[in-house]
């Protein structure tokens, strides 16, 4: 006859299955309803400039200790609430607490007037007349810059063709620049037997749904097995939430411009022009070498987006004399969001922001 302790332990285990089961079912109902949606990018900003789609953010910061501001960058194909997922998980949020002024150059969502941006429009117009824009709010004349993702070629394209920007230093976090090692995702942008032309969508730009098929492809069973993990742990709010957080963003993809899509099809993938120093913008020739301030680069080491091998290259192509890398071991949204990032690489960013500036007196 088994011990009443042991008859404990199993009336327990009875117990908690049948409140995980009744939870599963609750939160099951709520995911099919589609309530309960966890909210993002509420840190507090205010819209201060407009350039077509594009919108200049200012976040609210009543303890600003530092100066230069910040000025972010993120990426052309995704949206940039990664940066600001949630209260207590949010970049934006920890670069307020260390005192940054910090703005943002959100991207919107590109329509057909936005089917013949080139990069020139981005990196030689849009992001000069933002850093304009930050220094005379802040009352400034330089400014940190980052980019992010495919938002951080863009701002290694700027720095680069325009040497004189009020940069006091650039950071890139999880850029590529050996276009070609970033494997199965670039069939979406270009190898050589993918005629851009014909994936364009009506309005002359990439469909979001191509770009969500192309990162899926590199994890062709990630649905089956993100699924199978959110059915098993239905009864745990948490992982609930965190769930429809992380594939909320991982599914909400923009349109990439026709234009950049070309561009970088021939000039980054087949030419691989950053490695090679071929790259052209508005008829100059173009090489990183010519970016010579304070930089960094932070590249996740288990990043299946960007691999190592096509964002690691930058520190050889940089001509800066102060340069660092920090490398991470985690993935591409690892380095921005979740309990790594905020005990790792969060505090080398803000370390390296806060060298690069200035206290307030």
Same mark, same amino acid.
């Given at each position: ?33 589609? !309530?309960?949606? @966890? ?8 819209? =201060?400039?407009?350039? *077509? #789609?594009? +919108? $200049? ?115 890139? !976090?999880?850029? @590529? ?8 995702? =670039?069939?979406?942008? *270009? #190898?050589? +037997? $993918? ?167």
């Amino acid at each position: 006859m088994p011990a009443p302790t042991e008859q404990l332990s199993t009336l327990d285990r009875v117990r908690r299955e049948i409140e995980r089961a009744a939870l599963r079912t609750r939160n099951g109902i709520k995911l099919a309803a589609g !309530v309960s949606k @966890p909210k993002v990018g509420q840190t507090p900003k205010d819209v =201060v400039w407009t350039f *077509g #789609r594009a +919108e $200049l953010w200012h976040y609210r910061n009543e303890s600003v200790r530092f100066t230069p501001p910040l000025l972010i960058i993120p990426s052309l194909v995704s949206r940039s609430y990664i940066l600001d997922l949630t209260p207590g998980n949010s970049l934006i949020e920890a670069l307020l607490q260390a005192g940054l002024d910090v703005y943002m150059l959100d991207w919107g969502v590109p329509d057909e007037r936005d089917a013949k941006n080139r990069f020139e429009d981005y990196v030689d117009l849009a992001i000069p007349a933002a850093i304009r824009q930050v220094c005379r709010r802040s009352n400034t004349s330089e400014v940190n810059l980052l980019g992010y993702c495919f938002g951080g070629v863009l701002t290694l394209m700027h720095a680069a063709h325009n040497p004189s920007s009020p940069l006091r230093s650039l950071t890139v !976090v999880a850029t @590529p620049v050996d276009f070609p090692r970033l494997g199965p995702l =670039v069939d979406v942008i *270009g #190898r050589t +037997e $993918l005629d851009v032309d014909s994936v364009l969508g009506d309005d002359g730009n990439i469909p979001p749904q191509l770009i969500l098929q192309g990162f899926r492809s590199l994890a062709p069973m990630g649905d089956i097995t993100n699924y199978v993990n959110l059915l098993d742990r239905m009864w745990n709010d948490d992982y609930v939430a965190g769930h429809q957080l992380m594939n909320g963003w991982a599914t909400d993809h923009i349109p990439l411009p026709g234009a950049v899509a070309r561009q970088t099809a021939t000039r980054l993938v087949r030419d691989n022009a950053l490695m090679t120093g071929r790259l052209e913008l508005g008829g100059d020739r173009v090489s990183l070498t010519d970016i010579s301030v304070p930089f960094l680069a932070v590249l996740g080491a288990r990043d299946t987006i960007i691999p190592e091998a096509a964002s690691a290259p930058v520190m050889d192509l940089v001509g800066s004399s102060q340069k660092e890398l920090l490398r991470m071991d985690g993935g591409h949204v690892g380095l921005v969001v979740g309990k790594s990032a905020h005990r790792k690489t969060i505090p080398k960013l803000i370390e390296f922001l806060q060298q690069r500036s200035e206290p307030l007196t």
